[in-house]
């Protein structure tokens, strides 16, 4: 009888310290969700470490140097002139272009050789100088629609895709005069030239291809 009452006695420690053991997880499962927390708050400091703040560009690049630019845009604006040296109209266009540094201090404004980057005039289809593409986010851009390159025109542009308020400048610029020159513009004769012929060069050949002779009917 009493080796009964002592396996009994045995039994009943056993199972209280079984039950001890299965509400020890309990009691550590808020120092578990705390280390959650604090990884989560390390993750958004790591985040914010990552984010470059916004640094603005603004004079001449070469081709690796846009596509480095263009790369690292993520919520900022950066305005870009696809110029020539030998155009008229971008040396007119230039004060205008220039004034932007000045009037959105918030957008990079840079400008590019276009003839020596053929390869970018056909990615962004620039098919005539100058032309002014805004980029914006690494994935977008838009072009500067028409010919009208007022700074009033190209202001409200840059505001209007920006949503960025322009700072008054002291002086408007304005459009250069057009260079006028005596000489003969040999490379608009080639391009007209060039242009006709492809035109009408299949009316002139099939004028004067040789026609077939006839077959002789017995």
């Known amino acids: 009888m009493k080796c009964w009452i002592l396996l009994i006695f045995l039994q009943s420690l056993l199972m209280t310290s079984c039950f001890a053991d299965s509400e020890s997880p309990i009691q550590v499962s808020a120092p578990q969700e705390a280390e959650i927390e604090i990884n989560k708050e390390n993750r958004n400091e790591t985040q914010m470490e990552e984010k470059k703040p916004f640094q603005r560009v603004t004079g001449q690049v070469t081709d690796l140097q846009l596509k480095s630019l263009i790369e690292e845009l993520h919520d900022s604006f950066m305005l870009v002139k696809f110029y020539s040296t030998w155009c008229p109209w971008s040396v007119q266009y230039a004060p205008i272009y220039e004034s932007m540094i000045e009037t959105f201090p918030n957008v990079s404004v840079v400008e590019l ?51 960025e308020n322009p700072v008054a400048i002291k002086t408007i610029p304005q459009l250069l005069p057009l260079e006028e020159s005596a000489d003969t513009d040999w490379m608009l004769v080639f391009s007209c030239f060039f242009v006709i012929s492809t035109r009408f060069l299949p009316f002139i ?8 002779p006839r077959a002789h009917q017995e």
């Open 205 to 212: 050949w099939n004028l004067f291809k040789p026609k077939p």
């Open 113 to 163: 050789d276009a003839s020596k980057y053929p390869s970018l005039n056909w990615k962004y289809s620039v098919s005539a100088l100058p032309r002014t593409i805004l980029f914006f986010n690494s994935t977008h851009h838009v072009r500067f629609p028409g010919s009208d390159r007022s700074y009033e025109k190209v202001r409200d542009f840059v505001q209007e895709k920006t949503k």
